[in-house]
C-alpha cells in the first residue's frame, strides 16, 4: 500500500503547484491592477485640483483688478467675475460629487468667505468707490483664496492615502 500512497501525493503536489500559481498569478494581477488604478486616480484628482487652483488664482486677480478699476469701467468684469465664480463653484461641485470624500464643511465655510470677500460690500453697486492696491479688501481677497487653496490641498491629502 505505501507505493498507492506514493503515486497518489506525487499527483497532488503538480497540481497544487499548478493552482497556487494560478492563484498567485490571479492575486499579483488584481493587486497590480488596484495599485495603478489609484495611482491613475490620484493623477487625475492632482490635475483637476491644478486647475481649479488656477482658475482661483486668476478669479483672484480679476477681483482685485475689478475693485481698483472706477465704477463706469468695471461693469464688465463684474460679470466675467461672475462667471468665473460660477464656474468655479460648479467644478467643485462635480469634484465633490465624483470623489464623495472631497466633502468638507471647512470647504463650504472657506468657499463662502472667498463668495463674501468677492462679492459682498458694494460689489454692483454705483457707490463702489475704486480701491487703491494696498486697501485691506485687497489683502481679504488674496487671504481667502490662500484658504480655499489650502482646504483643496487639506482635502487632496486625506482623500489621498
Known amino acids: 500500500m505505501p507505493a498507492a500512497s506514493t503515486e497518489a501525493a506525487s499527483g497532488f503536489w503538480p497540481a497544487a503547484a499548478q493552482v497556487l500559481t ?8 488584481i493587486y497590480t491592477n488596484n495599485t495603478h488604478n489609484a495611482r491613475e486616480s490620484r493623477k487625475e484628482l492632482r490635475s483637476l485640483l491644478d486647475k481649479l487652483q488656477r482658475d482661483l488664482d486668476a478669479l483672484v486677480d480679476l477681483a ?4 481698483q478699476m ?8 463684474e460679470a466675467e467675475m461672475l462667471v468665473r465664480l460660477n464656474r468655479l463653484l460648479n467644478a467643485l461641485d462635480h469634484l465633490s460629487f465624483r470623489y464623495l470624500a472631497m ?3 471647512n470647504l463650504d465655510r472657506t468657499l463662502k468667505g472667498l463668495m463674501d470677500q ?3 460690500g458694494t460689489f454692483q453697486t454705483a457707490d463702489r468707490i475704486k480701491a487703491e492696491a494696498n486697501d485691506p479688501r ?3 481677497i488674496a487671504h481667502a483664496g ?5 482646504e483643496l490641498e487639506s482635502l ?3 482623500f489621498v492615502k
Open 22 to 29: 494560478w492563484v498567485l498569478v490571479i492575486g499579483g494581477w
Open 64 to 67: 482685485q483688478a475689478y475693485y
Open 70 to 77: 472706477d465704477v463706469d469701467a468695471g461693469r464688465k468684469k
Open 103 to 105: 466633502k468638507s464643511d
Open 118 to 120: 468677492l462679492t459682498g
Open 138 to 140: 485687497m489683502l481679504s
Open 146 to 150: 490662500l484658504e480655499v487653496h489650502g
Open 156 to 158: 487632496f491629502t486625506r
